[in-house]
């Protein structure tokens, strides 16, 4: 584990020259740049914490390749215990970033790729394996960040990969090399892109025969040539990029992943870092398990965002003197209730987890769909009640120029005020969070991250054995099991 | 009607001089200023519609004072009728400016003053009618809008107004002359504050006896001496004060009502501008009125503005290919449900209208305040709905900078194209405008304006008549109506 | 209006001979039996309220055929006022009677056809709106109770009619007289039908040109030659069965409508009775009408239901010393709240309503479509809710046999007493109320009484006017409202 | 573990002799009494999975007193792997019967009790722990089935039990003699009271200094002299009475726990059963282990009911010819991903689980708590997507004795029938099997067992741990951690 601390990997990445815009103009340092820092910092928390003596035993673990010591977050997960305390560690990371530190696409990537890679070897005969666990090993024993790329544009949702207008619109590899592989496309909404070290490039769907040129999955860096990114805008992303400390609501952490476009503009891949090539059979499989170890760490992050979330309308309710409302108390144990409702299928679909072939171990993924899909809403319905608690002024609270002011300030600072004891700073600082938490980018992220809804509930209907279930209600009326419907076997004329 | 176009409404703007702060400047001309541009056309377009030959009739009434053509916005509703067409009126105005048109405030006030006004003089002896209706026959032959000035800062929520360590933290007189009273305190979330020609001030809640001085109803220009604004900063304010057309999201008009502080230090308001004066038992029919018929718009306005989330949705489906979709179409149809359900109230409060002694027409009030409870509920689900329809793409979004970059222009315009036919930047500047109207600050409003929706549910179960329908359960099984409990009647010992 | 009285209309029904059967059983007379006679009770209930001063406005109308005074049942709807004041009727006899009185259904068939003959008339030159009136000014004259019967049993719902394996699984004509038609099949779920005088037969859905003779409406009395019933069982029918008059909880009165099987076996209908006969393109019509107008009707009668229980509730709270609870009180106020959000629903479509061609009043359809699909969700959140105030006795009570027993009625009265001065007897009472109308029955006929959930969906959605959102959406854009995707006009090669 | 099969079981009950009274009348025999028999058969799968090689596993545990092979729902839980044993067989249980099968009441008063026994001899240098392990062996040895007895009458709630007018609405001890303590009251609500061998008396609340009277928990054989029982009426139970095979939904299993009323009329426990006898400080403790044990379960049964209702609703919807449908599949994935949320709490809470004092692992209280919650909500929704999907006819569907009539048999099978190959029969079955799991009773055990839902609420925002949640926002923004509001604090003057 090379980078030890927070400020050991900002500097790892002030060695990379990532081709990265933003607003139109090129960024030169993702560690300095207003739009870029403050996710640079949620991520180096994930550093922080290995060397924290509170959380080391969370944040870090011991390799299966190497037994070295190594981050979390290049973990292959071993064991229930090692799901079990991911998840805690999602959950801290969240409570103090209060946002996305973007660290788990990699994991997830990781995860999957590694169980993928051993169950294609066994079939066809190939090494993907033993180069997977090469980069891996190195990924672990410098501790580098990844980004887990996965989701491709799809340009025309009506039609396939193979029947789009635009071949790009899925990355695809367009030339096969003697030493590698040449790909094209682009990945969107990639969470933490511009300030990892390494890209790891998935397929974004199962892929059937017609599509086999996409069925690839390889590692790169990410200033590799022909890799361009573009950062995405975010809500008031432009109070962040003037340093607006008080408005910018979570002055030293980021809206949610600093998600970007990652363009390939034909990017060469050597062989060695290519883990699949074409074997389609194994693509769903891929999607599939790194969709649900994603899945279920939303209801880890996400409650940590939440407490963050229930501890600033408890604290406002402190300073407006509205603690003793039964109202008041009720929501804010309704915002506890369904934050510990997402937390419960983390915990859950972990305890259940089961190893595949490789002995990585994979989460119960009925659960783990379970509680994404619940994220969905709760997040929601938690944001709402923390805006109903907090009050309207969340919508109409002056700018701390306005504060700050020789002509208005006095104004603010008086009008603004609560209980006496507590300076108006205080609660416009708590209202500025609560308005970065509860608005646009944070809520858009925790709907479609890691899958969109209808994702879900296609995996929970697919997966939720109706057959043995029929047979339940059947023995308990004393129906035949056997019998069948003309519907299913219809008669021939 | 003496503005009869938008174009002349903003004219008579520029002949006022408010005092208008907004991030630390003062604003010079809010008709030209960025920041309050867009919420003078949204509100210019209450003009606009009175002139259009489509909409004249749900726009323009006639006074009963004067017979006179007037705004719909400055008449007293004389019938149910006028009730009904005033909620068609508000619903087209949401549809065309997807926002907040601001006047809606002061009409309210004017109805709610008439009517209490008439009352107190019925009782008192006082001749506030008759100050009242010379002061409304100025604003309807003028054609101005009044900003309805009520909710205060409050301070600490668990003390009342005369229990504040501040006694400001509520308007009040500080002095009675003989020619008027003087004001000090100040109205936060005044909504069209910064583009009204008049205030009408009017008590934030039922006052005691304690409270006299906080008993004050009154109107004032927005630039009498002693009287400053500050206008509130909203999600993303900063792309409206760079005029960035696309990514603005709504780029004529503006987020919400364009809220600001008002400050009285120590304002004159002149005797016959004064409507009420110390009558405390008056302040709570006052402030009821008020808050009914504002609770009634809301199904109203935002179902205007549910219509163009709807519709934003729907074209990006289009755009996307996904049209043909279950779940597509059924969260659709959800939309327009939860839309429609609201809208029912607002209609249906209004065709159960009955009138004041005064003549005005006051709405049903439990339908009123179940109406806005509704919407502090299904303006956030709608929204939600809206954001999953839309897609991940409405948080990671490149900006129009990136859309017209030599460097990376071709990399958005290829990504983030659809369906063919449809070019990149229509598909960029619907999500941008979903952007817009889901996050933040759009919700925040929804859910105070016209009252928390704790206030809701107070008036809901006051007036839920729970006498009577504990009488209609006893009727069905043969209980007594008279028993009562001990519980009510102690034995004495 | 012959039949004048509750006991005049159960007098006339012992003069008729229908065929029903129940539990295997014949019954002889309805009025006696306990399986129907609470229904026959509720029934009477509408005829009761035409003499009763108080509601005689509501209760009754002026005939535009004969120009009589006649049962609001019996009217076809005039105008907007005639609309809105069967809601309130329909209000207070759900108020009155805690349960269903079974005669809106034939109001609404009798609504709807008389719109359907004229139009059928107007394109075919046809008599059949002659033969309506004609049949129509005997049922208002003699005031007669009709049972609308549309919903066929629809066997494999995966086929239409004509592709059913058995074509009776729709009411047909199987053969046409010169004096009239033959028809087969039966209707299910008939509300009131055993304790009607009269049977309005229309076809179930929109038939196509293949189904020709499945597009008859008429009218037969209900002991016609071949007509047979089956009286559905309810829920805890047994203790009704066994008059014990507190476990059943509603003594009086019916659970829901008394339904019933209507089975046809080849019954003569004469022309002078028949109404529509193969005119397939006005079925359509027809059965959008009357659900249009009895789903506009479940935000009314069921809402007199909820204020019933709202009342057991909260007289239940006093019971048992909980009244002071703020969550109870928060329960009881989203009781109401959900309560009058249905009715704004029915007063709405009522007050948008406006006159087909005939002159018949028909209500805003997509408001009487989201007032039922909100009935099949809050219906059971109301129960929910009361389920929860009332407490876990509920479902745990002795039977007021042992709260008589010599052994053990000491007890029940000991441990089942509330607060002083109220009889335990009362409590049980109220538990029972509380138990009939939450249980069961009584929510599954919310749920698709005037038509399933997704029902109102697909109507929703089909009137909400997209093409109009999609051109609001992008007008604020500055989108081009003509533009076409490929999707919609692909190009040809 | 003497008792070894369900038959055992069933005899053993023989033996006993309790006072039990239904409808008034004295039952016999609880095994073959048609009120109670299905109750009976539902316990006795408890017996019968442990001899079933396929769950023994789950139904067995080794007893960590004696070493024995026992019950698992007579054992302490010695680990995490015990809770979540428990829980699975829960589940599985409920599957099997589709009911409570009422054990688990005993098992978590055997749970409460031990742990909280070892810590009151701790304090108080008592010997209940002792007496206790010694009462648990002879249970685990005979595997007798024992009443977890904790809910009292409470009578007046807005008073204490020291405050009742009348004492005995909880139970407390009347008398302490030298071998034993007399007490008096009663317990409603008595899950399984009927069949078990035993009853575990518990305090139903904690209590204070004054209530030491109360603080008794002790152990009696259910038909110890002065114990009377009265079993409580059900929905339908009038069915089950008279042996309706097909109406009464669940031929052989019962409708929830069987609840009474337990009576103790001055009843004699011996000093050796006596585990807490006044020591007030512990019945807080011990309720709400018990709660949190209990609420845990309910994700587990009540999941394994809904895995039994989501079969039904599927083979109802082949039977149909309704399975393509989206909106049928959206409803059924919707059922599944309520249950699996459920569930998921469930797991969670016992992967979490942690040691008392004594040794006994507790699960985690807050994911108890709120798993708990969610079964209040979720049921209900799960029967109304389930009623929503089956049907209409749900509610109007004629009885057996029709589908059996020479007279009408051939119309209900006829028109009652579905898609072709099924017979009619099942589609009843089925259809009652729902209307039993959905209506009444059912869910009200849902709402009300294991705690209302308000007493979750309480529990989940006590145990929120506010300061901490509080810090995190501070931290985020930068806010002195120590800061007081003169609220907290108020200034002597």
């Known amino acids: 584990m090379k980078l030890k601390t927070g400020a050991e990997y900002m500097e790892s990445l002030k060695k990379l020259n990532p081709k990265i815009y933003y607003k139109g103009q090129r960024i030169k340092d ?10 640079v910092r949620s991520a180096a928390m994930t550093y922080a914490l290995a060397s924290d003596e509170e959380y080391r035993d969370l944040a870090t673990a ?17 064991n229930v215990e090692d799901l079990i305390k991911k998840i805690k560690l999602l959950r801290v990371l969240g409570q103090k970033t209060g946002t996305c530190f973007q660290r788990c696409v990699g994991l997830d990537g990781i995860n999957a790729t590694y169980s993928v890679a051993y169950e294609i070897d066994e079939k066809f005969g190939t090494d993907y394996f033993e180069r997977f666990k090469k980069w891996l090993t190195y990924i672990q024993d410098e501790n580098l960040m990844v980004v887990g790329a996965m989701t491709d544009p799809k340009g025309d949702r009506s039609k396939g990969p193979a029947d789009q207008p635009d071949p790009d619109q899925y990355v695809h590899a367009v030339e096969h090399r003697k030493d590698g592989v040449v790909i094209r496309g682009a990945k969107l909404h990639m969470t933490g892109a511009v300030n990892s070290h390494e890209i790891l490039l998935m397929p974004t769907a199962a892929m059937d025969e017609r599509s086999k040129d996409y069925a690839i999955v390889g590692a790169l860096p990410v200033d590799a040539p022909g890799v361009t990114m573009i950062f995405g805008r975010q809500a008031s992303d432009d109070r962040r990029d003037r340093k607006e400390r008080i408005d910018t609501g979570k002055p030293s952490f980021g809206a949610v992943g600093g998600e970007a476009v990652i363009a390939f503009e034909d990017v060469f891949i050597p062989s060695d870092r290519i883990f699949m090539d074409g074997e389609t059979e194994f693509t769903g499989p891929l999607v599939y398990r790194f ?19 229930t501890g600033a309308v408890t604290y406002l309710s402190q300073v407006q003197g509205t603690t003793k409302g039964s109202h008041v108390r009720d929501k804010i144990t309704e915002m506890i209730h369904l934050c510990e409702t997402l937390y419960s299928s983390s915990i859950a679909c972990s305890a259940e987890g089961c190893p595949t072939p490789s002995g990585a171990y994979m989460v119960d993924t009925m659960l783990a769909n379970v509680c994404k899909q619940n994220v969905t809403r709760f997040h929601f319905e938690v944001a709402r009640l923390a805006v109903d608690l907090a009050g309207g002024f969340l919508a109409t609270l002056p700018s701390q120029y306005d504060l700050e002011s020789e002509d208005v300030g006095h104004l603010v600072k008086k009008y603004f005020s609560g209980v006496e004891g507590i300076p108006t700073e205080h609660r416009m600082k708590i209202a500025r969070l609560i308005e970065a938490m509860t608005g646009g980018t944070a809520l858009v992220e925790s709907m479609h991250g890691a899958g969109s809804p209808q994702a879900q509930r296609i995996m929970i209907f697919r997966e939720g054995d109706l057959e043995k279930k029929i047979k339940l209600a059947k023995v308990l009326m004393g129906i035949p099991i056997k019998e069948k419907a003309s519907q299913k076997k219809p008669k021939k004329s």
Do not use: E, W
């Not at 993702?30 to 996710?39: D, K, L």
């Not at 390799?63 to 290049?74: A, D, E, Q, V, W």
């Not at 969709?291 to 979330?309: P, S």
């Open 291 to 309: 969709a649900a170890h994603h899945r279920a760490n939303y209801g880890a992050c996400k409650t940590g965002l939440m407490d963050v979330l």
């Open 62 to 78: 011991t390799s299966h390749l190497t037994g070295h010591t190594i981050s979390r977050f290049t973990h292959v997960h071993q």
């Open 30 to 39: 993702v560690t300095r740049h207003p739009a870029t820092a403050p996710h």
